[in-house]
């Protein structure tokens, strides 16, 4: 698999959990579940957040690729940003 096929696939897999987490109830309502026992804690607050949890979730996915810190801020943001502008792009009422 080549960095770009790496990268792409990268970006599907962030998008796609932190739309599960999110934005859904998960199978057999775990994430829901989940959410609710967080609360309004911290990570209940994060769960809640697309923009915020994106980033999070990027930089796991940057783990993925390298352990440079600069490589991982920047792979953190791409993923992030990506991640995003994909949510924009496939759900209209995304604000």
């Not at 940057?62 to 920047?74: G, M, R, Y």
């Not at 791409?78 to 009422?93: F, M, P, R, V």
Request: charged share 20%; glycine share 6%; hydrophobic share 55%.
């Amino acid at each position: 698999m080549d960095a770009f096929e790496k990268y792409l696939l990268l970006l599907i897999a962030v998008w796609r959990v932190t739309h599960l987490i999110s934005m859904e109830d998960g199978p057999f309502d775990v994430v829901i579940k989940v959410r609710k026992l967080a609360g309004q804690s911290f990570f209940g607050k994060l769960m809640d957040c697309f923009y915020c949890l994106s980033v999070w979730i990027g930089l796991a996915a940057a783990f993925v690729v390298t352990l440079d810190v600069k490589e991982l801020i920047l792979l953190c943001l791409y993923y992030s940003g990506a991640s995003i502008l994909l949510e924009k792009i496939t759900n209209k009422n995304f604000q």
